[in-house]
């Protein structure tokens, strides 16, 4: 090149490159078709579980009948066990679907250790502290009574658990079995409660092992199970 060159030519090299093709029909379909995504509301969320939640299991409690012992047992011990019920099903619940202010994920690890936690005091103070009056079952009938109380536990746990794993489906730790089971603890506390306005069973190991364990197996079921749903979830859309 020489200094001759007229400056034309010395421009050519950078000139910017041209325009881009125009966007094709289909494309433009595809963008009009989009919308905005709502938000999450936490709280609103939370309220919703927790109504859907004890309206279930009001409803199954009024299918059924209140234990035929209710007006016998100290009243200390009741309402300090529906309160103990209540929050096992309140705490881990609003903890695994209300995050922390200015962020997206909820609190997991304090609502699994929670539920824990919780699991464990309903296990212990139900074989250790059972009063009685003398309308109480001091004996279970049968492995059918057994069933029954875990299978009606379970019923009273699943309507808040998937609530909940719809609530939170967008903010859900990738594979976390111990959110899922969070989750399923809180539901299996509201079970317990259900079960302790219900079974007019004094027997300690009936109470603490099969209600109790209600939390224990609806957190193992719902770590089994919401994980995949979830991720059938995202899938299908």
């Known amino acids: 090149m020489s200094l001759s060159t007229p400056p034309n030519e010395l421009l050519e090299g950078v000139m910017p490159p041209p325009p881009p093709p125009e966007l094709g029909a289909l494309l433009d379909a595809e963008l009009a078709r989009l919308t905005a995504v709502s938000p999450r509301r936490p709280w609103r969320d939370a309220l919703l579980i927790l109504g859907g939640g004890l309206a279930v299991a009001g409803g199954l409690l009024a299918m059924m009948r209140v234990r035929r012992d209710l007006l016998e047992l100290p009243t200390s011990w009741l309402l300090a066990m529906s309160l103990a019920w209540l929050l096992g099903f309140l705490v881990p619940a609003y903890l695994a679907v209300v ?39 001091p004996r279970v009938g049968g492995v059918f009574h057994q069933h029954a109380c875990l299978e009606l536990g379970l019923a009273a746990a699943l309507v808040p658990v998937l609530l909940a794993a719809i609530a939170v489906r967008g903010a859900f730790p990738v594979g976390s079995r111990w959110a899922a089971a969070a989750l ?28 109790g364990g209600v939390v224990v197996v609806a957190a193992l079921l719902s770590a089994l199970v919401v994980p995949r749903a979830i991720d059938a979830m995202f899938r299908q859309q």
């Open 99 to 137: 995050p922390p202010r200015g962020q997206v994920i909820a609190r997991w690890r304090a609502s699994a250790i929670s539920a824990g936690v919780s699991a464990v005091l309903f296990i212990v103070s139900g074989l250790m502290i059972q009063p009685s009056g003398p309308s109480s079952m």
């Open 184 to 211: 399923g603890a809180a539901g299996g506390a509201l079970g317990g409660l259900l079960l302790h306005f219900h079974c007019a069973v004094s027997d300690p190991w009936h109470v603490g092992v099969v209600h």
